[in-house]
């Protein structure tokens, strides 16, 4: 079974920074591709980024790039998005997911197979 955990957000001020962390179970991710979505109240889930186990293919949305860095520990089972000078419109429930029947790290979500709850992130100004 896929599970998929992730921890770290929090509520901090504008500028400041945060580490998300999902631990994923149930698979090696040495073989996949692992993107970070997130979903703000009212509006549609939007892709963040994605690495896929092709170090050289790395997506951001065009809203964090620059300030957001994802990483990954095959050793762990970890995927990681370092998130530096944050912005209130960063606030959102964050996600991550395994895409598992492909490794085009697409920023469609449906193309995504497993996910996990949900890390909220909050943002004041």
């Known amino acids: 079974q896929v599970q998929l955990v992730e921890s770290g957000g929090g509520s901090v001020n504008a500028g400041e920074s945060l580490t998300l962390s999902c631990v994923i179970t149930?698979?090696?991710?040495?073989?996949?591709?692992i993107g970070w979505f997130r979903q703000a109240p009212g509006k549609e889930r939007e892709g963040v980024s994605c690495l896929s186990h092709n170090p050289r293919k790395t997506w951001y949305s065009v809203s964090v790039k620059d300030r957001f860095t994802i990483s990954r520990d095959n050793a762990k089972n970890t995927v990681s998005l370092q998130m530096n000078s944050l912005k209130p419109e960063d606030t959102a429930l964050y996600y991550c997911a395994v895409e598992s029947t492909s490794s085009a790290c697409s920023r469609d979500a449906n193309e995504y197979d497993y996910w996990g709850q949900g890390t909220q992130v909050t943002v004041s100004s």
């Open positions: 149930g698979i090696s991710i040495e073989y996949y591709s």
